[in-house]
C-alpha cells in the first residue's frame, strides 16, 4: 500500500509539472533514438517500453512523432520508456521492412510484443498515455460491454474488493487517461471496470444519465453479501479527472463513520484535510446504539460530500447545549464548530449539501434561544391577523347598538316591510371582521341618526343561520341595503365609515331617478336636487333620452340601478329633453356628467347599448384625470391594470407640477397609464411603499413610473430635471426604448403563509410509533430517512418535558376545562395506562 | 290446452297488476318518513308502504316501558336551529318549524307515545304519500336493461299486489326479536310479553337475559318490589358514557348497577348463554344449570336426578332458585321476505343482525337497494349514531343526495366561496353542524379547492367511507386537492373498560391538539382525492387513509371553537401551510 502510494505522490507531482511544461514544447528530450539492434538488445525483462519504428524520410509522420515525443515524459513516469527507432534504409526485418508497420507504435514488456497501435489512435498525450496504460493494465481494468458482464463482475468481487466502474464516452479522451492513471495507482486494490457503452450506464440505474459526459461510481462490494442486490453505490459529483479520482478513492476509502472522543476543535480527518466538511452527531451513552445508526445513515447520504464523526457527550466536556445534537464543522481556517439543534436527517443533508444555509440556521437557533426563555414556542400561537388582534382586545368595550335594529329569523321579512329602504348587516359575532365592520357600522348608524327613510337592522347568522342560508349570505360579514324588502344591492367597497355612510346615503335616492322638468334635470346637474343629498358632495350622472329611445332607456335603468350607492344616476326624457341636450351641445342619448364640486358639466355621447357598458363606462368616466391616490381610492385605478405616472409629495404638490401633470394626464392618450399623486401627509402609508421601492425614503418630490402588472419595475425621473410635460414625455421615450435602467424591481412573490402549521402527522409518528400511520404510507415520499430521523427527535424529548414543567403557569391552565383547573399533580406521560 | 290457457291469463293479469313507482320506501318508521320527506321535497315519485295503520308502529309497542333514551333538550341557550338539532335526538329533519320534537314532549327523556303522535303528524302534516295496511311480504328483482340499475324490484304485499320500483329503500328497522335457544328455553318469558305492571313481579326472584337497555329498562321497572334481579349475559356491561356510544347502556336505565355495587341484593353475571339450561322444578321455580350437566345425565331418570352446578360447587353464584327468567336479547333485521336473488345477506361478527350493506348505505349484494335507519347501523355499529334518529336522520338525507345524483343528474349540493371564507366557513360548519356532530367518524364536510386555490367548494355530510367515489357519487369534480373536515373522539379514550374521568383527560393546549380526548373537529388535507386502493389501506380505527397534512382542533369544554387563538390562529396556520398562502385579515 506505501508503496502504492509512493508511486501515485510520484505520478501526482508528475503531472502538475506536466500541466506547466506542455506549452513549452520539447524543452527536455526524453525521447532515446536506437537503431534497431541496439533497442532490442536494451528490452528488459518485465520493463515496458514503447516503440516507433521509422525511416529518415517519412514526412508525414512528423505530427505523430510530436505526440509521442510529448508522451515520453508522462510515460517515463509509470516506467515506460518511449523510443524511435530508426530504421537503415536497407532493413526489411519485421518491425522495419512493411510499409504499413511504419505507421504503427509497437508496446513492449520485456521483448514480447503486447500490443500495437495504429498511429491514428494515438493523437494527442493522453490518447498515447491512456491507450498505453489500457494495454499494459489488462488484467486490472476489466473492459465491459454488457451489463451481464458488469454483473459478472460485480457478483466476482462480492465480500472482497471494492469496484471502481467508469464510463467514458470514447477511449482515448482525458477522462480514459485520468481513469487508467488511477487504475495504475489502484489496481490492485480495486477492481476497475471501463465501459463506453451508454447503455450500461442506463441500466446501471442511472434514470437520465448525461451519456455525453464520463462519469465514475464508486461499488461498495467488499460489505455487500447479497449476490442478488447489486453494490450500493457513489457516484462522483466532480469531473472525471485523475486529482478528482483520487479523492473520491480516498473519501471512500476512509471510514465510515469516526468515533471521537475530542474537542472537536481539534479533530482532524482525512475529509477536513480534502477540503470537506465534518458533521458531528453529539451522542450519549443512554442512545449510543440509535445515534450509531443515525450517523451511519447521514454517512451514507453524505459519503463524498463530508465526512461523518460520532461525537460522544459523556467523553467530553463541551460548553454547549443539552438540546445541541449535530455539530458542524468547516475546512476553513479558524471558523469555530457550530453547535445546532436538527429535526432530522434531511436538515443534516440539507445543511452539507447547501453550506450558505449554515449561518442562517444558526441565527435562527439564537433567535428561538431567547424566546426560549419566556414561552415554549417561537411565534406560532401569537395572534399575527391585526383585526383579530385589534378586536379582541378590545372586546369588553361594549358596543353602543341601540340605534341598530337585532333582526331574527321571526321578525326580518316584516321589518324589512317596514321602511323604504333597510340596510342590513349580516355578520357572525365570533368573526373578528363582522365585529370590526360592527364597530364601524355603530359609527355609521351614529351618522345618520334621524335620518328619514333608512333603517339599520343587523342580522347575527350565528344565531339564525336558516335566515342567512335563505338570504343566500355566503361571506361574512356582507352588508344589504334592501329596498321594501324586494329588490336589494350588495354593498362591495370598503368597510370604512365614511365609504359605508355615503353608500347608504346614496342608495337612499332611487337609482336612476326620474326627473319631471327641464329645471328639475338643471337642479340635478347642479346637486340641489334631491334635496336628501344637497349638503352629500357626489357626483351626478344625468342620462338624457328622447322619448322614443325605448331600449337605451331600459339599459340606462339597468344599468343605475347596478350602480346604486355608488353614483347618482338621474333620467330626463320628457319631450324637451332636445332643448337640454343642445344647451349641452350633445343629441341623446347622452349622458351629463356632474362631479362634486366641480363646475363645469362633462358630456357623453351614448353610443352602446348593453347596461353592462354602460356600467363600464361611467365606472371608468368616474375615475379623475390626476387623482390624488388614497388607500380608499388605489383598488379603483389598480383595476384598471395600467402603470401608475406618480408623484409623491409630502404635502400639496405645487402648482407648476399639479399644471404640467394634468397637462401630461391630459394629453396622452388615457389608455397608456394612470397619471397621479400621492400626499405622504395624507396618505402616510406611501413613505412605507417608497421604504420598498429604494429601500430609504428619497428626497421629495419624486416621480416614478411603476408597473405593477408587467415585470413589477420601478424607475425614478432624474431628480436633477424639472417635472415639465416635455421631460416627463422624453424620459418616458427613453423608458419605453429601454433606455433607462429601472431602480428596484418589485419581487412577484406570492403570499406565503406567515409561519408554519403545528405538524400534528408528525408528532402522531414521532410519540405514538405504533400508530400504524406507516402502514399505508405507500406513496413513498418519505421513504427510509424518517426512521434515524425519529431517533434524533426521540433524543430531545426529555428536554422538551422538563420545559413542559416550567412552562405550565396557572395561567394557561384556565384554558382547559374544570378538571384540568384541579389537576396541580404531576403531568404523568398520556394515560398509558390505560 | 287450458293450462297454457291459464297460464298466459295469470301472466297478463299479473304485468297488468304491477303499479309502478321510481321509488319504493318500505317501512313509515322515522328513516321512511325522512326519505319520504326528501323525496317529495326533490318531486320524486315515490311511495312507502306500511304495513299497520299508522306510521312508527314499532315505537306503539316499544320501548315496553314507554321511555325514549334519546334526549329532548327544551334549552341550549342558542336560539341557532342547526346547533340545537345537536341536542334534539328525536325529530326529524324538515322545513317546517312546528315538527320540533319539543313541541310534543317536555321530558328529557320523552314518552314512546309522543314519538307516535310525533311520526303521524310529521307523515300528515308533510302530506308524506304513505300507504298503510299495506305489508311487504316478498320481494325479488326483474332484469331489465332499460332500468335505472339493470333491474326492477318487485314488491308482493299481503293481499299479492303487485308493485313495481326502480330503487327500493328499506326502512324496515330492526323489530325480530333476538332468541337464543337452550334446554329450558321455553320457560323464558319474552321482552315483548312480558308483564310491565310491576305488581305482577311483586316478592318474586327474577334473572333477566341480556345486557342492553331493553334489559336494565325492564330491571328498573321492577327493582323495587322484586326479591333481587340477576342479569346474565355474555359480554361486560358497556356503560354508554364511558364508550360514547349511545347504544350502550344509558345512565338513565342504570339503577340495578346501583343496587348491585351497593349489595342490595340484585347482581350481574357473565356467561355465554349458549352453555346455559333451564330446570324447572316441582313447585315451578327455576333452576339455573349447565347445558353439560344435562347432556351427560342419564335421559330416564326425574328432574331431581339433573345435576345442578351447586351440587359441586356449593357456593355457586345462581345457586338460588328464580320465579321468572325474562329475555331482553334485542332485535334483528328480517331478511325473511327477500328473494335469493337479492343478494341480502347477514353481516359477519357482532354485525350478523344487520344487513351487508357498503358505506354508501347501498346493499352489497345489489346494486338500487338502500337501507335505510336503524338497520343501516352496520356502517357504525358501536361507533357512531347512524341506528339512531338522531344519526339516520342525516344518512338518509345522504342517500337520497346521492340518489338525486345517480338517477336525476342533481350533483350534490354545495357552495362556492373565495378563498378568503375559507377559515370562517370551517368555523361555522364545526361550530353548528349537527350533522358531523352527531354521525361523528361517518359523515364529513368536502371543501374542494378551485385551480390556484382562489376559490373552494363546499359540500355538506358526505359520507366518508366513500370518498374515493367522490367524483361519481356526487358530480363534483376534484382535482386541486381537498380538505375533509369530520369530528373525532380520542382514538384510545372511550371504551367498555377505560377510566374516562382520569386527571388531565382535558386538553386545553391548542399545539397538543391531536390528544384530545373529547368530540373535536379533525381536518385531513390532501392534494389528491385518495384512491379507493388507498381507503382499503387505511390504519385500522381511521375513518380515512394518511393525509399529506393534518389538524386537530383543540377539544372544548363548551363545544364552542370560536376562540381566536387557541381554536381559529392554529387552523389558519394550518390552512395556510396547506395552500401556501396568507389567509390574514388586515386593516386598510
Known sequence: MSAQRDRWV????????????????????????????????????????????????????????????????????????????????????????????LRKAYLFRGNMLIREFPTDALF??????????????????????????????????????????????ATGTAEHRAVMEAAFVYGTVHQFVLTTEAMLLRDTGNDEPDVSSARLLFCHCQRATDLAQPCRRTAMGQPLTMLNIHRHLKLMGA????????????????????????????????????????????????????????????????NILLRSNVALKTPDEGVPVKYLVLEDTDEVITLVEDKSKVGQIQEDEEEDEEDEDEKENNNQDIQDDQVVEAVSRDKKRELPLEQILVLTEETFHSALLETARTVVLFYASWEAVSLAVLRSYTEVADHLKGTQGVLLARVNCWDWPGVCTKENVTQ???????????????????????????????????????????????????????????????????????????????????????????????????????????????????????????????????SKQSAQDMVRMIRYELLDIFPEITVQNLPRYLQLRKPFLILFSDGDIGEMESKEMLKLAKGRPRQAFVACWLNLKKTPVGRGVLKVYFATVPSLPLLLWVNLHAGGQVFKFPSEQTISEMNVLSWLEKLKAGLEIPSSTLSEEDWKPPLPAYDFLQMMETAVPEVPLRTSHHRGDTPAPKSPGRDTTVREEPSQETKAEKGGTPGRDLRGTAPRLAAREKQGKRHSEL | LSLALYAGSLCAASSAAFLYHDYCVIGAGPSGLQAAYFLQQAGRDYVVFERSHAPGSFFALYPRHRKLISINKQYTGKSNSEFNLRHDWNSLLSRDRRLLFRHYSHDFFPNADAMVHYLEDFASLLKLQVQYNTAIIHVTLERDEQAWNGHYFLLTDQDRQNYKCSSLLVATGMWVPNVVNFPGSEYVEGYETVSINPEDFAGQTVLILGRGNSAFETAENILGVTNFIHMVSRSRVRLSWATHYVGDLRAINNGLLDTYQLKSLDGLLEGDLEDLAIVKDKKGKLHITLRFYLENRNTSAGIDSITLPQDELDNFATRAPYDRVIRCLGWKFDFSIYNRSLRLMPGKGNKKKYPQIKPSYESRGTRGLFILGTASHSVDFRKSAGGFIHGFRYTTRAVHRLLENRHHGVPWPSTVYPITQLTNSIIKRVNEASGLYQMFGVLADIILLRENATAF????????????????????????????????????????????????????????????????????????????????????????????????????????????????????????????????????
Not at chain 1, 515520453?72 to 516506467?79: F, R, S
Open chain 1, 124 to 169: 494527442d498525450v493522453n490518447s498515447v498515455v491512456a491507450n498505453v496504460l489500457f494495454a499494459l493494465l489488462f488484467n486490472e481494468v476489466k473492459y465491459v460491454e454488457t451489463l451481464a458482464d458488469l454483473q459478472n463482475i460485480e457478483n466476482a468481487v462480492k465480500g472482497r474488493s471494492n469496484m471502481v466502474f467508469a464510463y467514458v464516452p
Open chain 2, 457 to 588: 367548494e363546499y359540500l355538506e355530510e358526505y359520507p366518508v367511507g366513500v370518498l374515493a367515489e367522490l367524483e361519481m357519487q356526487t358530480g363534483r369534480k376534484a382535482p386541486n386537492g381537498l380538505f375533509v373536515i369530520i369530528m373525532e373522539y380520542g382514538r384510545n379514550f372511550s371504551g367498555a373498560d377505560k377510566d374516562v374521568f382520569y386527571y388531565n383527560r382535558a386538553v386545553g393546549e391548542a399545539q397538543h391538539a391531536w390528544q384530545s380526548n373529547f368530540l373535536h373537529p379533525v381536518i385531513y388535507y390532501y392534494k389528491h382525492l385518495p384512491t379507493e386502493h388507498e381507503m382499503k389501506l387505511r390504519p385500522p380505527d381511521w375513518p380515512l387513509p394518511r393525509p399529506d397534512a393534518i389538524h386537530h382542533i383543540v377539544e372544548d369544554f363548551l363545544t364552542d371553537w370560536t376562540a381566536p387563538n387557541a381554536h381559529i390562529l392554529p387552523l389558519r396556520r394550518f390552512l395556510e401551510n396547506c395552500l401556501s398562502t396568507d389567509l390574514r385579515n388586515f386593516f386598510a
Open chain 1, 255 to 318: 471510514p465510515l463513520v469516526t468515533e471521537v472522543a475530542e474537542d472537536p476543535e481539534k479533530v482532524s480527518t482525512v475529509h477536513l484535510q480534502l477540503g470537506l466538511p465534518l458533521v458531528f452527531i453529539l451522542s450519549q451513552k443512554e442512545t449510543y446504539e440509535a445515534d450509531r445508526r443515525t450517523a451511519e445513515f447521514v454517512a451514507w447520504q453524505l459519503l463524498g460530500k463530508a465526512g461523518v464523526a460520532l461525537l460522544s457527550r459523556d467523553l467530553v466536556d463541551l
Open chain 1, 10 to 101: 510520484s505520478s501526482f507531482s508528475f503531472l502538475l509539472f506536466c500541466a506547466s511544461s506542455i506549452p513549452r514544447r520539447g524543452s527536455a528530450r526524453l525521447l532515446e533514438e536506437l537503431s534497431p539492434q541496439e533497442y532490442f538488445s536494451s528490452l528488459q525483462a518485465g520493463r515496458a517500453s514503447l516503440a516507433y519504428f521509422s525511416h529518415n524520410a517519412s514526412p508525414g509522420a512528423q505530427p505523430f512523432l510530436e505526440q509521442i515525443e510529448n508522451s515520453a515524459e508522462a510515460l517515463q513516469d509509470y516506467g515506460i520508456s518511449v523510443v524511435k527507432v530508426n530504421c537503415p534504409k536497407e532493413d526489411v526485418s519485421r518491425y522495419c521492412g512493411k510499409e504499413n508497420a
Open chain 1, 476 to 606: 361574512f360579514p356582507t352588508i344589504r341595503v334592501y329596498e321594501k324588502g324586494e329588490r336589494w344591492v350588495t354593498y362591495d367597497g370598503m368597510w370604512g365609515t365614511d365609504e359605508l355612510t355615503s353608500f347608504i346615503m346614496l342608495s337612499r335616492v332611487s337609482c336612476p331617478l326620474k326627473l319631471a322638468t327641464i329645471e328639475e334635470a338643471e337642479g340635478y346637474l347642479r346637486g340641489e336636487f334631491p334635496s336628501e343629498l344637497s349638503s352629500y358632495h357626489h357626483t351626478s350622472v344625468l342620462g338624457v333620452f328622447s322619448t322614443a329611445m325605448n331600449e337605451a332607456k331600459e339599459a340606462f335603468e339597468e344599468a343605475g340601478n347596478i350602480l346604486s350607492g355608488h353614483v347618482t344616476t338621474g333620467m330626463y326624457f320628457e319631450d324637451d329633453a332636445l332643448a337640454l341636450s343642445r344647451k349641452y351641445a350633445v343629441s341623446p342619448p347622452a349622458l351629463l356628467l356632474a362631479r362634486s364640486g366641480g363646475r363645469s358639466v362633462e358630456t357623453i355621447a351614448l
